[in-house]
C-alpha cells in the first residue's frame, strides 16, 4: 500500500483538509492498492495557479525540446511497463495483458508526441495580393483541466496529457477515483523526464468537487473530459456558460454486424474479444452483435460454447481471460440490465450473475453474459450496460443489419464482417460513427489516428494523432504584406 499526494508545482503535497480517501483491488477488497488525498478548493486553487505560473515560460521552450522531453517520458515508462501494468490491474482489475497493452499505448503516445513537435505543419496559402505572404500555426491556450475516467487509467490520461502539454499548455488532472494510482505514477514520471514544476499538477477527488471546481475556474481555458454522457453534457453546460472549450469523449453502444457471407470463425473471435475483453467495461466495447437471418442459429451455437470456455478470474493471473468489474456498484447497475433484459423477453443463454467461485467471492467478478433474440429498440440493445453483457439481434438482411446499427443515440465504433467488398465500402459509407472496422473488432483504436464518435458520444473533437493537437491549440493566421503600400483584399476594393 501506498500513501499517494496531490503533484502541485512540482512538490508532492497532502490535502489541505488532511482528509483522504481509499483505492481498493476490484478482483480481492480486503486489499487497499494506496491512500489518496481527499482535495479541496484550497488545493485544487493551489494547482491552478503553479499551472498558470509555469505556462509563459512553458510556452516559450521550442516545440522540438519540449519533444525530448516527451521521449524522455517514453524511455521511463519503457523502464517502468511491467511495474505500472501490474499495479494497473490491481487497481482497475482488468487481465495483465492488456493492462500491458494500456502502458503500451501511453508509451505510444509519448513517442508519437516526441516526433509531433518536430513537424507540427500550418498551411501556406497564396494571398489575392502581390508582395504579400498567409500561413496559419498553433499557438497554446493556457492551463487546461483534463478529466479521466477509470476504465484506461494510462492511456486516457496520456492521450490527453501529452499533446496538451506538448502544445504548450500547462495542466490540472483529475483522475477518476477508482483509478488514481496510475495518474500518480504519471505525475512522477513526467516530474522525472524533465517537465517543470508547475507545468503538470495532479489532484484527486470526487467529479462534483474537484471536477465541478475545474469546470467553474476563471482560469481554465479548456476541459479535456473522458467519461460517461450524462457528465458530459453537464460538462457541456458549463463550459459554454463561460465560453470555454470542451472536448468530450463520451459513451457507446458499439455493433458488430455478421453478414451471411463472413468467414464465422473470424466474426466469433472479433464478438469474442470486443465485447469481454476489459470485462466488457471499453467505450468501444461490442454491446450488440447483429446477425444476418441466414447465419444467426449457426453463429449463437459456436459463440454460446466460446463465451463459457472464458476463464474468470484475478487479472494478475496470465491464464484468465476476464477480470472482475471496478467496483461493487458498477456490478450492481449490470446486473440490474440483466433483469431488465430478461423482463424485457430477451433470452439469456449464458451468465447473468455475479461469479463467486473461490477467491472470486472477495471480488466484483460477473459471469459473461450473452442475450440472443433481443429486438432492437429494447433498453438492453439501446443503453450503454459497460460490462459482459452481449446483445445479439437478428437482421433479415444487409439492409436491415445497417438501419439496427445506426438506430441508437451513441456513434462511436462499428464493425462489419464480410467478405462483399460492395458491401464492405457501402457500410463504411453509411455507419454513423467515429471508427467503423470490416473484419475487425469494435475495440482496437491505434494511437496515431483520430479517436472519438458521432451523435451523443462527443461533441465534433477527436483525440489521438494529430487531431488530438487541433483541441488543445488556437489557429493563429497571419499575413505580411511586404509592398510597402497600403493594400486592400479583393473585397475592400469592390466599390
Ligand atoms: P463518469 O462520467 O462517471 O466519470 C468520468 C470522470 O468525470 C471522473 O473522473 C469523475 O470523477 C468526473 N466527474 C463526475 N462528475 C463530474 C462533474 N459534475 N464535473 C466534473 N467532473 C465530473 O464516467 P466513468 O464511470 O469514470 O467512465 C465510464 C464512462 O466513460 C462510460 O460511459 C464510457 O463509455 C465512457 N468512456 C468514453 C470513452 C471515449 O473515448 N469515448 C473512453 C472511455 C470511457
Ligand atoms: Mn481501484
Redesign the pocket.
Known amino acids: 500500500m501506498k500513501d499517494y499526494k496531490n503533484l502541485i508545482n512540482g512538490k508532492l503535497v497532502d490535502s489541505a483538509s488532511g482528509r483522504t480517501f481509499e483505492n481498493r483491488n476490484p478482483a480481492n477488497w480486503d486489499e487497499v492498492v494506496g491512500v489518496f488525498p481527499k482535495s479541496t478548493a484550497e488545493d485544487l486553487n493551489k494547482a491552478i495557479e503553479a499551472a498558470k505560473k509555469a505556462y509563459p515560460k512553458w510556452r516559450a521552450i521550442p516545440w522540438p525540446k519540449r519533444s525530448e522531453i516527451m521521449r524522455k517520458v517514453a524511455e521511463i515508462m519503457v523502464m517502468k511497463k511491467e511495474e505500472l501494468s501490474k499495479l494497473m490491474t490491481r487497481e482497475m482489475g482488468k487481465v495483465i495483458k492488456e493492462t500491458r497493452g494500456d502502458t503500451q499505448e501511453g508509451i505510444d503516445t509519448a513517442l508519437y508526441a516526441s516526433t509531433e513537435g518536430r513537424k507540427y505543419y500550418g498551411y501556406t496559402l497564396p494571398s489575392e495580393l502581390p508582395d504579400k505572404s498567409c500561413w496559419t500555426r498553433r499557438d497554446p491556450m493556457g492551463v487546461w483541466g483534463l478529466?479521466?475516467?477509470?476504465?484506461?487509467p494510462i492511456a486516457?490520461p496520456t492521450w490527453k496529457s501529452f499533446p496538451c502539454l506538448l502544445s504548450g499548455n500547462t495542466a490540472v488532472i483529475?483522475?477518476?477515483?477508482y483509478t488514481p494510482a496510475c495518474v500518480g505514477e504519471l505525475g512522477t514520471i513526467l516530474q522525472e523526464a524533465g517537465v517543470p514544476d508547475g507545468v503538470f499538477n495532479v489532484v484527486y477527488g470526487?467529479?462534483?468537487e474537484i471536477?465541478?471546481g475545474l469546470?467553474n475556474h476563471q482560469d481554465i481555458v479548456g476541459i479535456s473530459?473522458?467519461?460517461?454522457?450524462d457528465?458530459g453534457r453537464?460538462?457541456g453546460e458549463v463550459c459554454g456558460k463561460s465560453l470555454k472549450r470542451c472536448s468530450l469523449?463520451?459513451?457507446?453502444k458499439n455493433g458488430q454486424v455478421v453478414l451471411a457471407d463472413a468467414d464465422l470463425d473470424l466474426a466469433l473471435e472479433g464478438v469474442l474479444w470486443g465485447a469481454f475483453g476489459t470485462t466488457g467495461q471499453r467505450?468501444t466495447a461490442t454491446s450488440r452483435c447483429i446477425i444476418e437471418a441466414p447465419v444467426y442459429d449457426r453463429f449463437i451455437d459456436m459463440l454460446k460454447a466460446k463465451v463459457e470456455a472464458l476463464k474468470i478470474g484475478n487479472g494478475l493471473d496470465e491464464a484468465n481471460d476476464v477480470g472482475p468489474l471496478v467496483s461493487e456498484s458498477q456490478r450492481e447497475s449490470i446486473h440490474s440490465y440483466v433483469l431488465i433484459g430478461k423482463q424485457e423477453g430477451a433470452k439469456l443463454i449464458t451468465g447473468g450473475e455475479p461469479y463467486t467461485e473461490g477467491t472470486c467471492a472477495q471480488g466484483w467478478f460477473y459471469r459473461p453474459t450473452v442475450f440472443i433474440d433481443v429486438t432492437p429498440s429494447m433498453r438492453i440493445a439501446q443503453e450503454?450496460i459497460?460490462g459482459p453483457v452481449l446483445s445479439v439481434i437478428k437482421a433479415r438482411d444487409y439492409k436491415e443489419a445497417i438501419e439496427i446499427l445506426n438506430g441508437t443515440v451513441y456513434g462511436?465504433s462499428s464493425s462489419i464482417y464480410t467478405r462483399d467488398l460492395v458491401k464492405a465500402h457501402k457500410a463504411i459509407e453509411l455507419a454513423e460513427t467515429g471508427i467503423v472496422y470490416i473484419n475487425a473488432p469494435t475495440i482496437g483504436a491505434e494511437c496515431h489516428l483520430p479517436?472519438g464518435?458521432m451523435k451523443n458520444?462527443?461533441n465534433g473533437h477527436r483525440e489521438g494523432g494529430w487531431t488530438a493537437y487541433e483541441i488543445f491549440t488556437e489557429i493563429k493566421t497571419v499575413y505580411v504584406d511586404y509592398s510597402g503600400t497600403l493594400q486592400k483584399a479583393q473585397i475592400d476594393t469592390w466599390q
Open positions: 478529466i479521466t475516467p477509470w476504465n484506461f486516457i483529475k483522475p477518476a477515483t470526487g467529479g462534483s471536477g465541478e469546470l473530459f473522458t467519461g460517461s454522457s457528465i453537464r460538462i469523449e463520451l459513451g457507446g467505450c450503454e459497460f462511436l479517436f464518435g458520444t462527443g
